[in-house]
């Protein structure tokens, strides 16, 4: 009954008008207003997904969405009472300048709009929790229920952590804005780690295949490269670019068809996203253009140079270790601490890189995290001291990880104990 | 062939649970579905109160539908043909549509003249 050539959904079109509709409706009410902006777009698209499977698809879906959310928000303001007397002032507001919007005749402004609002989601008041789920929910178009999944958290402690967030933007005022000359390098820097956190959030390998996971990671990766494209941008936003996108090129060999983690080092480099790889590097090429060296800098540096090896054997060793010799110039970050104490074992061997685990073993900040002790156990059973390595795969074992981490501590374990059945 | 109409009533407040993402995934399987060889037609209806006539005494009264107080709205219709009910249940199952409110079949009277 549907002719054929009718209109199809792009990928993910929901999600992305979603934000960007957000993102334009709050530019034109104010910060103030952003549940109003949410409502009219969560509208728009009930709308669209309760007519379309009898009508078919408009001609134009993105239009049709803009101008049924902008229909929506005038009504609402007209027919709520909450916004009396402001309600004149708010539809002038809607009308003003909306037409070429809904004309989809703006595709720099929506961008600008959208731009604005990531800065005001990673905005430094709000803590690094709130900023990454304000900018899943706002930017991203991720529902709290999808938000919740990618965190393991409850949706109510996600719906209490947007309801705050947004109590605090109101209150406090945090305007759309682009920020000013003196701030920018700061709030540049504020939004940059919101970007990794919330594709680190992604990244994290968990059992099951939630595709959801990787559409977290690529929506970093989109935000990285809107930044990295407007007049924000600087040699670390395409270094952190860089960085993603060589790290999202291995997640299709990252895991097997088990389930279960695939090393670095034992992914098959066929499996790799050629397409991401080529990005990575052409991004990593803009970002040492410049002057500027940033931690961004030195980590696609390390990404780099794994993802240019010819073969997990012909991995760059020797000049990985020197980037996180530069990167620990850099930072404090007991994290990277570890990471490079991994990589001293392929350069040094086991005793050195013990050595260089020594010093983080009372760090608080790595108190919970299995990699310490799996990297322990992995160096002690290299030396062959097995208590010590089964000991510290069990330690391992008892921190917070998921069910993939876990299977994989698992079979260190079994190794180390079979070579060492007495124990 | 015996024709039938599927009446599907929405559910508001399950609608409203699904993400955009999930919401285009349905509207893509219901359009999947929609365009296969057995229906025949089909039409959305208005998400308004819509009007109720019936008798009042000896009046007539014209009211609001009570449909938005329902939790399920009738959001539309189709038609399908079938070989009988049993077909046509079986062909209505693959609708997105369970979870999201009710279908209800029944089945085209054809007068033989």
Known sequence: MQESGSPVLLEHLFRRECGRIVAWLAGLLGSAHLQLAEDAAQEAMLRAAQTWPFQGIPQKPEAWLFRTAHNYAISSVRRTTVFSSKADALVAALESGAQPILDLDAEQSLRDDELRMVFMCCHPKLVPDAQVALSLKLVGGFSKEEIARIFFSEPSTIAQRLVRAKRLIREQKVALTMPSKGQLEERVNSVLKVIYLMFSGGYAAHAGEDLIRVDVCLEALRLGRLVASSSMGAPRVDALVALMALQAARLPARMDAAGDLVLLEEQDRKAWDDDLIALGFSYFDRSIAGEEISEWHVQAAIAATYASAASSTEIDWVSILGHYDQLMEMTDSPVVALNRAVVVMKVHGAEASLAALTPLAGNNALQKYHLLPATQGHVLAALGRLDEARAAFLAALECDCTLPEKRFLQRQLATVSMLHPSS | ?113
């Open chain 2, 1 to 113: 062939m015996p024709q039938y109409v599927l009446l599907l009533h929405s559910d508001g407040e399950a609608w409203k649970k699904l993400s955009p993402e999930e919401m285009q995934k349905k509207v893509e399987k219901y359009l999947a579905w929609r365009n296969k060889p057995f229906v025949v037609g089909g039409a959305g209806l208005v998400r308004d109160t819509g009007r109720v006539i019936r008798a009042k005494g000896d009046d007539v009264s014209v009211t609001e539908g009570p449909f938005s107080e329902s939790a399920e709205v009738m959001g539309g219709f189709y038609t399908i043909e079938a070989a009988g009910y049993d077909e046509a249940v079986k062909l209505s199952l693959d609708i997105p549509h369970i979870g999201l409110g009710t279908i209800e079949i029944r089945q085209v009277m054809v007068y033989n003249t």
